[in-house]
């Protein structure tokens, strides 16, 4: 297997390069179903008493996806992996020109589901992992999950895991995250939010010391996913110190809710129903949306950032970089030392 469909690809970023002036979308999140074969106790993207959007109506929300330029379009939930058509749904966003993944807690993953879904065209996959054990409020643990990340790590697909900083793991994600460099798995830190503010973190000691941890690590070289900038972004946050920046949401990057609507992202209410947007409608979403301070969607933030704050991410970036290089170097040489 190649990775043909990776979005982060020569070919596809070469694709991206026009989105650097113009206003039409890199990424959509098309949410494909309500429900979820999990509980924890930090997340709200989940309804059991729904049910999975029909693949007729998602077929026609991925044609509206490429008519509006999306590059790449997500498949999340709920938990994805639940929905019947999976499958089919990815082989028709590739067949369109697009490239496609998934997030999941990797439960129901299995090495020939993951094959299967790999050659539909699945060319990026995030598992979702929290603590070292389970617990009623977080089941996505490495006891539970550690066989999956192996699997996962063994094939040719962008690939990370996600843990989220919250007051049940934040004890535990070191030990997670070392894991999971030990392999070569990338890992990404979220800080928990309510709704999509970080409001239940400012000011958490604990918190910040991981997030710099984080740093630490990525600047000895280690697999961390997270850029410099959102490591910083997070940092000023959490200090008191919010980063003044334009959410590009609803222009670069946006939601459709399984009944069909159009979001910012998630935790913003819905704009209009999807089949109403346009390219234009697109346009006119690059200003303000008024709910950037104190932010916690690192989808949206990772996207909005380098087109809200060029100077200021370029800047952070080749400062951290040059860090990052020298940090190497030491290493190196201490190395030949011994």
């Known amino acids: 297997m190649s990775r043909a469909n990776d979005p982060t690809s020569p070919g596809a970023l070469f694709r991206s390069l026009p989105r650097a002036w113009d206003d039409l979308p890199i990424w959509a999140q098309l949410n494909i179903t309500w429900k979820c074969n999990l509980d924890c106790v930090y997340c709200t993207e989940y309804d059991n008493s ?3 959007v029909p693949y007729d109506e998602l077929v026609r929300r991925i044609d509206k996806c490429k008519e509006l330029g999306t590059l790449h379009t997500d498949m999340i939930g709920g938990e994805p992996m639940l929905h019947p ?3 089919r749904l990815m082989s028709y966003v590739t067949q369109n ?3 496609t993944g998934m997030t999941t807690n990797g439960f129901l993953l299995t090495e020939d589901r993951l094959k299967r879904l790999m050659d539909a065209g699945m060319g990026r996959i995030q ?3 929290d603590a070292l054990n389970p617990t009623p409020g977080t089941p996505k643990s490495l006891k539970t999950l550690r066989k999956k990340i192996e699997m996962v790590a063994k094939y040719p697909i962008w690939f990370r895991v996600n843990t989220v900083i919250c007051e049940q793991t934040v004890d535990e994600v070191e030990q997670v995250a070392e894991f999971c460099m030990g392999l070569g798995v990338p890992i ?3 800080v928990v939010h309510n709704r999509g503010r970080l409001t239940k973190s400012l000011n958490n000691k604990l918190y910040l010391d991981r997030v710099r941890w984080l740093k630490e690590q990525k600047l000895q070289g280690k697999p961390i996913s997270t850029y410099y900038f959102l490591i910083d972004y997070y940092e000023k946050a959490l200090e008191g110190k919010p980063m003044d ?6 222009n670069k990057c946006y939601y459709v809710s399984p009944s ?3 979001h910012f992202c998630f935790h913003v209410d819905a704009q209009m129903p999807f089949h109403q947007v346009t390219r234009e409608t697109l346009a006119g979403n690059r200003g303000k949306k008024g709910c950037e301070t104190n932010c916690g969607v690192d989808c949206v933030l990772s996207t909005s950032l380098p087109y809200s704050n060029l100077a200021t991410v370029a800047g952070i970036e080749a400062r951290d970089g040059l860090l990052q290089i020298r940090s190497q170097l030491k290493q190196k040489v201490a190395g ?3």
Do not use: P, V, Y
């Open 127 to 129: 598992i979702s992992l």
């Open 245 to 250: 920046w334009t959410c590009q949401a609803g």
């Open 50 to 52: 729904k049910d999975h």
């Open 336 to 338: 030949l030392r011994t």
């Open 97 to 99: 020109g697009m490239t």
């Open 85 to 87: 058509d999976l499958e």
């Open 188 to 190: 990404n830190f979220s």
């Open 260 to 262: 069909g609507d159009f």
